[in-house]
């Protein structure tokens, strides 16, 4: 994911743990999970600054296996 600060600075990070409205993220080369907390409806980083998190579909497309399917399909060999 990219976390960006509203001060314009951006990282790249992966989820690490979501608690409530806690969450913590792994970023590379820094030892310990960096922790953001979510207050009123924002999510504020430990040093004071508003963040975002952006996930972008096209770096972790080879992480999930896609299964083809239509909606509405039901899956052969199951029942309600």
Do not use: C, Q
């Not at 600060?5 to 743990?17: K, P, T």
């Not at 409530?20 to 993220?25: D, I, K, L």
């Amino acid at each position: 994911m990219v976390i960006r600060y509203s001060d314009g600075s951006y990282i790249e990070g992966a989820v690490h743990r979501l608690e409530g409205a806690t969450m913590h993220a792994a970023v590379a080369g820094i030892d310990d999970a960096i922790e953001y907390t979510l207050i009123r409806d924002k999510w504020i980083s430990e040093t004071g600054l508003v963040v975002t998190f952006e996930f972008p579909i096209e770096k972790g497309m080879g992480l999930f296996r896609i299964m083809p399917g239509t909606i509405g399909e039901r899956e052969a060999g199951l029942v309600n």
